[in-house]
Each structure stands twice: as structure tokens, then as C-alpha cells.
């Protein structure tokens, strides 16, 4: 029995090896596939740093361009991984392919089933046509007024710290603004994070750890998570249903029926099909929806609030961390600030909330966003092929293959599979670190935005085609209103610093000027190590 065992797993190990023979990889052991070569490389990296570092570093170091596979069976899935804009436009934009399974596997357990960033198909398409207007330019130069009011008390709050000139982290600090912004955005009203404390903002970010520990392989970690996970779910579901029972009986009440125009709150746009049919409008409460609706409604809130300051938190921490070595750029942007608007905040402010368009003439300030999104993007998509779909390297054209043709591929040759199960991963790290598609990838250098013409498709931060992430425009305006209010008042500086001496890497130097911390972790996304430490000074001119 045991000898049939060890054969069937030597087939299946054998099998399962094969199928990477030729194809473009790093070198490749029959027995560990790539997990040597994984666990080498992240051996470089400082601890529970994402993989996109990884497969950057991988791509530069064997010289795999375009498209390379990664075989880490039976450890985790294995995956083709995409680095080169052309070869991810054919799988985002010409050939839109579906998120992976095991995107809503991983965010199942804290956020539930067919939230809009891993849902597909007719469910996702609904989601997206219910929340897209909240993400037009026109809606979101409407709440211009929203992120102003909370970016004054991130002022306070800033202020207090530079009076006790303390060492504090910038990730929590900005992540209670960036949350009372969407909560507001989300439900028309803040939570008050920054001013009160939240704890469904504490709830939420105790489900982003409990997430972080799912990819533990210790079973007593597992177990004790499980048991958290419904204590705090517990406390977050009844909260956020209570919000959305009051909205949902004030519009019922009133016979609302919220705008797609000029929607009050995203929460209005997903509850609008329902009350805009009379007999729905008779109903008096949460009941009234159909159970699958209201399990939608509740994955997706939770999804908005988590996704909405995520990524947006990570970026602000970086460009602070990035202008405290970097005085030349605040230079440019406070002369940018006062050209623009003026030199005296008030004036600054009344001018921004009377004209929000002016903001789009913040070019430089726009650089240094997109520059900082271009060395710290938020991770990678993980998508998934039909079968036979494979990729032609040549043309960067995708096309199916019947199956007897797929037995036929020359994997020598154009033709590379890209179904199979694998992760079709599509690393912007790489791309965004190519010297092919940016000179000098590892500077940070945001006049390149200005002075070069670069193609739309090597900046893949937010990805693109119709799954692009719906917020890209929201974040970056959120982030110029945010570094207006900030940069001419406030000197920012990290906190306990330790420089590499050399490089740990081969596409960057970065480290040898702010340390390990430019080495994001895992997490939900690609995320500021260690709480991005900073302290904060007045600059005093303007204030």
C-alpha cells in the first residue's frame, strides 16, 4: 500500500513538474519546482515582505521579460506572471480575464462572498453599474468639501504632534482620515475616527490582521482565528445593518429616490432599485430586501470601507516618507501650492472649495502622486484563463486553442498556456521598475511625468481595462487636497532610520537612503512596514 502511494505521488509530482518543462522560468528542480528558488530569494528581503518583490526581483535577476512561470505546487498555486505592459494590456483591456477564485477565497471570510473586487460576471457587473457614479469626476469634485473638512482635523491632529514633538506612526494617523473620508463617502456621514475614535474602523482593521493570519500554515493559528473572526463580526455586522436600516426607512419614508446624477452616498446608489418601486417603498425595514441582497450589500459596504483607505493610507505615507530625504520636490510643490492658489491657507482653502477644478492644475503635485504609486504600487491582480487560452509572445495576442491543437503547443516557440489553473499575475511592480518602459526606475524622479510621454499602459498601480479599481480618481484627488493642506505647513521626518549599507536587491537602492521600510509587507495589500514611524514639525511660515 505504501509503495502504491509513493508511486502515485511520484506521478503526480512528475506530472505536475512537466508541464513547465520549456517554458520561460528561473531554474527549475524537478523535485522542489521553484520553491527553493522562492524561498532563496525571499531569504534577501527583510520579513513578510509582499511578493511582488519577489517576482521583481526574480524577473531582473534571470532576465525573463514579458512572461515568466512560477511552479510552487504543492505549497501554493503556481502561476504565469505577466511583466510587461503590452502582454497585460492583451489579459485587462483587449481580453478582459476573470478574477481567480482564489481572490474571493482569501476575502470570503472577513468581507463574505462577491465583493465587487473579486465577483464576476452578472454579479459584478450590477455591482459596478450601482457604484460607478459615485466615482465620476463630477461627483467627486463635489466632495471636495467632504475631504477638506476632514483634512482639517488631520491638521489638528498634526499639530498636537509636533507640540509634543513625538515619534508617532503616520499609517495610523493618516488611516483615520483617509477612513472618515470613505465612511462619509460610503454612508453620507463620518465615524469620526480622527476626532472620537471608531471601532468599526477598529473592527475592520482586527479583520485585516485576522486575514493576514489566514496565510499562516500553523492549524492553532487557523483555530484561533476562526474564533476571532466571529467575535468581531459579531460586533461589526449589527453596526453596519443598523446603519443601513436607518438609511434605508429616511428614503422610504420620504418616498427618496436617490440620484444617480448626484447621488448623497454610495450606500443610496446600491438601495436605490429597491426603493424606487412603490410596493418595495411599503416595506419598514432591512427584512424587506431579499437576504442574498442584504448579504451583498453588507460584503460590499465592508469591502468599500477596507479598500477605500486602504490603498490611499499606504500612498500618503509613502510620498511623506519619500519628501522627508526629498527637499528639492517640496520646494516645487509648495511653489506649486502658492502659484496655483495662494500663499495663505484660508485663501488657499476658500479657493479650493469654490473652484475644485483648479486642482487638476496642480501638474506637479499630480507627478509626485503618480511617481510614488509608480515605486509603492498596492500589489499585484490575480486573474484566471478558460481553458486552452494561451498568450503569443510575439504579437502579445491572446487566443484559444481547441484541445487537440493545445496538445500540439510548441511551448519553444510564441505560444505560452496560460490556463491550466495557474495565477495569471500581473505584477505593475516589475513593469513599473523595468528601465525599458522608465529610465532610472529605482529614483524618484516625478518631473518624468512631466517631461517624458509615457505610455498610459506602463502605469498599472490601479490596474486597467474595465476591472481598473473604480477609486483611482477619488484617491488621487483625495491625496492633492491632502498634501495642499499639508506640505507648505509641515516638515515631515522618518523616525529611527537605519540605511542599508548595500543594496538587498537588485532593482533598487532605496533601501541604502530609508532602510528596510521600502520593502512593503504582506497584507491585504502591499502595505508600510512597521507603521511607517515619522515625526512632524511647523514650518511655521504659513501657519
Same mark, same amino acid.
Given at each position: 500500500?505504501?509503495?502504491?502511494?509513493?508511486?502515485?505521488?511520484?506521478?503526480?509530482?512528475?506530472?505536475?513538474?512537466?508541464?513547465?518543462?520549456? =517554458?520561460?522560468?528561473?531554474?527549475?528542480? /524537478?523535485?522542489?519546482?521553484?520553491?527553493?528558488?522562492?524561498?532563496?530569494? +525571499?531569504?534577501?528581503?527583510?520579513?513578510?515582505?509582499?511578493?511582488?518583490?519577489?517576482?521583481?526581483?526574480?524577473?531582473?535577476?534571470?532576465?525573463?521579460?514579458?512572461?515568466?512561470?512560477?511552479?510552487?505546487?504543492?505549497?501554493?498555486?503556481?502561476?504565469?506572471? %505577466?511583466?510587461?505592459?503590452?502582454?497585460?494590456?492583451?489579459?485587462?483591456?483587449?481580453?478582459?480575464?476573470?478574477?481567480?477564485?482564489?481572490?474571493?477565497?482569501? =476575502?470570503?471570510?472577513?468581507?463574505?462572498?462577491?465583493?465587487?473586487?473579486?465577483?464576476?460576471?452578472?454579479?459584478?457587473?450590477?455591482?459596478?453599474?450601482?457604484?460607478?457614479?459615485?466615482?465620476?469626476?463630477?461627483?467627486?469634485?463635489?466632495?471636495?468639501?467632504?475631504?477638506?473638512?476632514?483634512?482639517?482635523?488631520?491638521?489638528?491632529?498634526?499639530?498636537?504632534?509636533?507640540?509634543?514633538?513625538?515619534?508617532?506612526?503616520?499609517?495610523?494617523?493618516?488611516?483615520?482620515?483617509?477612513?472618515?473620508?470613505?465612511?462619509?463617502?460610503?454612508?453620507?456621514?463620518?465615524?469620526?475616527?480622527?476626532?472620537?475614535?471608531?471601532?468599526?474602523?477598529?473592527?475592520?482593521?482586527?479583520?485585516?490582521? /485576522?486575514?493576514?493570519?489566514?496565510?499562516?500554515?500553523?492549524?492553532?493559528?487557523?483555530?484561533?482565528?476562526?474564533?476571532?473572526?466571529?467575535?468581531?463580526?459579531?460586533?461589526?455586522?449589527?453596526?453596519? /445593518?443598523? !446603519?443601513?436600516?436607518?438609511?434605508?426607512?429616511?428614503?422610504?419614508?420620504?418616498?427618496?429616490?436617490?440620484?444617480?446624477?448626484?447621488?448623497?452616498?454610495?450606500?443610496?446608489?446600491?438601495?436605490?432599485?429597491?426603493?424606487?418601486?412603490?410596493?418595495?417603498? !411599503?416595506?419598514?425595514?432591512?427584512?424587506?430586501?431579499?437576504?442574498?441582497?442584504?448579504?451583498?450589500?453588507?460584503?460590499?459596504? &465592508?469591502?468599500?470601507?477596507?479598500?477605500?483607505?486602504?490603498?490611499?493610507?499606504?500612498?500618503?505615507?509613502?510620498?511623506?516618507? =519619500?519628501?522627508?530625504?526629498?527637499?528639492?520636490?517640496?520646494? !516645487?510643490?509648495?511653489?506649486?501650492?502658492?502659484?496655483?492658489?495662494?500663499?495663505?491657507?484660508?485663501?488657499?482653502?476658500?479657493?479650493?472649495?469654490?473652484?475644485?477644478?483648479?486642482?487638476?492644475?496642480?501638474?506637479?503635485?499630480?507627478?509626485?502622486?503618480?511617481?510614488?504609486?509608480?515605486?509603492?504600487?498596492?500589489?499585484?491582480?490575480?486573474?484566471?484563463?478558460?481553458?486552452?487560452?494561451?498568450?503569443?509572445?510575439?504579437?502579445?495576442?491572446?487566443?484559444?486553442?481547441?484541445?487537440?491543437?493545445?496538445?500540439?503547443?510548441?511551448?519553444?516557440?510564441?505560444?505560452?498556456?496560460?490556463?491550466?489553473?495557474?495565477?495569471?499575475?500581473?505584477?505593475?511592480?516589475?513593469?513599473?521598475?523595468?528601465?525599458?518602459?522608465?529610465?532610472?526606475?529605482?529614483?524618484?524622479?516625478?518631473?518624468?511625468?512631466?517631461?517624458?510621454?509615457?505610455?498610459?499602459?506602463?502605469?498599472?498601480?490601479?490596474?486597467?481595462?474595465?476591472?481598473?479599481?473604480?477609486?483611482?480618481?477619488? +484617491?488621487?484627488?483625495?491625496?492633492?487636497?491632502?498634501?495642499?493642506?499639508?506640505?507648505?505647513?509641515?516638515?515631515?521626518?522618518? +523616525?529611527?532610520?537605519?540605511?542599508?549599507?548595500?543594496?538587498?536587491?537588485?532593482?533598487?537602492?532605496?533601501?541604502?537612503?530609508?532602510?528596510?521600510?521600502?520593502?512593503?509587507? %504582506?497584507?491585504?495589500?502591499? &502595505?508600510?512596514?512597521?507603521?511607517?514611524?515619522? &515625526?512632524?514639525?511647523?514650518?511655521?511660515?504659513?501657519?
Amino acid at each position: 500500500m505504501d509503495k502504491a502511494v509513493w508511486a502515485r505521488d511520484l506521478v503526480e509530482i512528475a506530472a505536475s513538474r512537466s508541464f513547465f518543462r520549456a =517554458l520561460p522560468q528561473p531554474p527549475h528542480d /524537478l523535485l522542489w519546482g521553484h520553491l527553493k528558488i522562492i524561498g532563496e530569494v +525571499a531569504a534577501t528581503f527583510p520579513p513578510n515582505t509582499h511578493p511582488q518583490h519577489f517576482y521583481t526581483a526574480i524577473a531582473q535577476k534571470y532576465n525573463l521579460k514579458g512572461i515568466f512561470y512560477i511552479d510552487l505546487w504543492p505549497i501554493g498555486p503556481s502561476s504565469v506572471v %505577466l511583466n510587461d505592459p503590452s502582454v497585460s494590456e492583451q489579459v485587462t483591456v483587449a481580453h478582459p480575464l476573470r478574477q481567480h477564485k482564489m481572490v474571493d477565497e482569501f =476575502l470570503a471570510p472577513i468581507l463574505g462572498h462577491d465583493v465587487i473586487a473579486a465577483a464576476n460576471g452578472a454579479t459584478w457587473k450590477k455591482l459596478h453599474n450601482a457604484m460607478s457614479p459615485a466615482f465620476s469626476w463630477s461627483h467627486i469634485r463635489n466632495l471636495t468639501g467632504v475631504i477638506a473638512e476632514e483634512g482639517m482635523h488631520f491638521r489638528d491632529t498634526l499639530n498636537e504632534l509636533a507640540r509634543v514633538e513625538g515619534v508617532f506612526s503616520m499609517e495610523e494617523t493618516a488611516m483615520k482620515l483617509i477612513f472618515d473620508v470613505i465612511t462619509r463617502i460610503v454612508f453620507n456621514f463620518s465615524l469620526n475616527a480622527q476626532t472620537k475614535g471608531s471601532s468599526t474602523l477598529d473592527d475592520l482593521r482586527e479583520m485585516v490582521h /485576522l486575514a493576514e493570519n489566514q496565510l499562516s500554515f500553523n492549524p492553532f493559528v487557523h483555530l484561533v482565528t476562526f474564533f476571532k473572526r466571529r467575535s468581531v463580526l459579531g460586533r461589526l455586522h449589527p453596526s453596519i /445593518l443598523q !446603519k443601513i436600516r436607518e438609511r434605508l426607512a429616511l428614503l422610504r419614508s420620504g418616498n427618496i429616490v436617490p440620484s444617480r446624477r448626484d447621488p448623497e452616498s454610495i450606500l443610496d446608489l446600491m438601495l436605490r432599485d429597491h426603493v424606487k418601486d412603490d410596493v418595495n417603498m !411599503k416595506g419598514a425595514g432591512i427584512s424587506d430586501l431579499p437576504p442574498e441582497y442584504t448579504e451583498i450589500l453588507l460584503t460590499n459596504i &465592508k469591502g468599500l470601507l477596507v479598500g477605500g483607505h486602504g490603498t490611499t493610507t499606504d500612498t500618503l505615507c509613502y510620498i511623506y516618507m =519619500l519628501l522627508a530625504k526629498t527637499p528639492e520636490v517640496v520646494r !516645487k510643490l509648495r511653489e506649486e501650492h502658492t502659484r496655483v492658489f495662494d500663499k495663505d491657507f484660508k485663501e488657499t482653502m476658500d479657493l479650493v472649495l469654490q473652484s475644485p477644478a483648479k486642482l487638476e492644475e496642480l501638474e506637479y503635485t499630480a507627478a509626485v502622486i503618480k511617481e510614488t504609486l509608480r515605486l509603492f504600487p498596492v500589489g499585484f491582480g490575480v486573474r484566471e484563463a478558460e481553458a486552452g487560452q494561451v498568450i503569443n509572445h510575439e504579437c502579445f495576442t491572446i487566443h484559444m486553442l481547441t484541445h487537440d491543437d493545445r496538445m500540439k503547443v510548441n511551448f519553444n516557440g510564441q505560444s505560452y498556456p496560460i490556463d491550466n489553473g495557474l495565477c495569471v499575475a500581473l505584477n505593475a511592480h516589475a513593469v513599473q521598475y523595468d528601465p525599458e518602459n522608465f529610465a532610472d526606475p529605482a529614483e524618484f524622479k516625478p518631473e518624468r511625468w512631466i517631461e517624458e510621454e509615457i505610455p498610459r499602459s506602463h502605469f498599472r498601480t490601479f490596474g486597467r481595462g474595465s476591472r481598473a479599481c473604480l477609486g483611482l480618481n477619488l +484617491a488621487q484627488n483625495e491625496l492633492k487636497i491632502i498634501l495642499l493642506m499639508t506640505i507648505r505647513d509641515y516638515d515631515f521626518e522618518c +523616525a529611527n532610520l537605519k540605511p542599508n549599507e548595500k543594496p538587498r536587491t537588485c532593482y533598487t537602492k532605496l533601501d541604502t537612503v530609508y532602510g528596510d521600510i521600502v520593502f512593503q509587507e %504582506l497584507g491585504l495589500e502591499a &502595505k508600510p512596514r512597521g507603521g511607517m514611524m515619522m &515625526k512632524v514639525k511647523k514650518v511655521g511660515i504659513f501657519i
